[in-house]
């Protein structure tokens, strides 16, 4: 088989869900900049309703993306990754954990980042969850409550920044150590 | 047309009848709730790295991580189930609430960060 189960693993974490929720999390952040141009407040001559719903929905499809990049990473690739090797085994490629801490110039992906990626992920999905249950509880304050526009906007920012910064170190992590 | 809501009392006062959409209590509550998580992961991490309270392997080839991450579930959940029950129906003075969530989740994000944690 040409890719392994725990690769097919690795690449749906990174690349389907993880960009899934990066693009969710960019389109959300560019959604509420938009919405600092409307017309907030005053007459309005579009419904607001179709917006509202569709940043809630798009909140939603964020949080369950990032959830499942969070599972997914803890839970299945995570244990593959952190296999110590059987004694004896000095060829370490097949047990990215070992083989990244076997060498002083690579020890950092583990010890950096692999130990930032366990945990801030974790952070980012229950932020990602709060904005979105109040993006579809709170429709109509979405459109007049600049406040909580900007809560929302301050949450996402952090979050993106997180994933962001997640992502990339899985993206390092994985070019040297790959789950096979 | 919208209503504003800006003009709305920052009482904690119920907003109307119970359940009123219009009351932002509930939504504060997520907020904090995920605050109050993030809080407890970098606490998790930070006991973990010390020595003083080792994350117990719920799930063991995940090992610590998984009772780090279980434990910081529960906490962010039944956190927000409470704050719900408490606030839900009610108008909450916002302001407050949103720095207390960006700072917890601050503290969290630090106390998750290897080099703080590595200093134990």
Do not use: C
């Not at chain 2, 910081?72 to 003075?93: C, D, F, K, P, Y």
Request: charged content about 10%; aromatic content about 12%.
């Amino acid at each position: 088989m040409l890719f392994s189960f725990d690769s097919l693993a690795t690449m749906f974490h990174g690349i389907a869900a993880g960009g899934l929720a990066l693009m969710g999390l960019f389109a959300a952040l560019f959604w509420l900049y938009a919405m600092r141009s409307a017309d907030v407040g005053t007459t309005r001559t579009i419904d607001p309703a179709p917006p509202q719903r569709a940043f809630g929905v798009l909140m939603v499809v964020v949080a369950a993306a990032l959830w499942m990049t969070v599972l997914g990473g803890t839970y299945i690739v995570f244990p593959t990754y952190r296999t110590p090797p059987p004694e004896g085994v000095t060829a370490l490629a097949d047990y990215p954990r070992a083989f990244l801490l076997s060498d002083a110039g690579t020890a950092w992906l583990h010890a950096f980042a692999m130990e930032s990626k366990e945990h801030m992920p974790w952070i980012a999905s229950m932020l990602a969850t709060a904005v979105a249950f109040v993006a579809t509880r709170e429709r109509p304050r979405l459109w007049t409550d600049r406040g909580l526009r900007g809560m929302i906007g301050a949450v996402l920012a952090v979050v993106f920044g997180l994933v962001s910064f997640i992502a990339l170190l899985g993206v390092l992590v994985n070019k040297v150590a790959p789950v096979q | 047309m919208a209503t504003r809501h800006d003009d709305l009392p920052a009482t904690g006062a119920p907003a109307g009848e119970a359940g009123d959409e219009r009351a932002n209590g509930a939504s504060l509550a997520a907020f904090l709730a995920a605050g109050i998580g993030s809080l407890a992961m970098g606490a998790l991490v930070v006991l973990n790295e010390a020595g003083i309270f080792p994350s117990p392997t719920f799930y063991g080839p995940t090992g610590g991580l998984s009772g780090r991450s279980t434990l910081t579930a529960v906490v962010w959940l039944a956190s927000w189930a409470w704050l719900h029950r408490q606030w839900r129906g009610r108008e909450i003075e916002a302001g407050s609430v949103y720095l207390a969530t960006l700072l917890l989740t601050a503290l969290g994000v630090i106390a998750t960060f290897p080099p703080l944690w590595e200093l134990f």
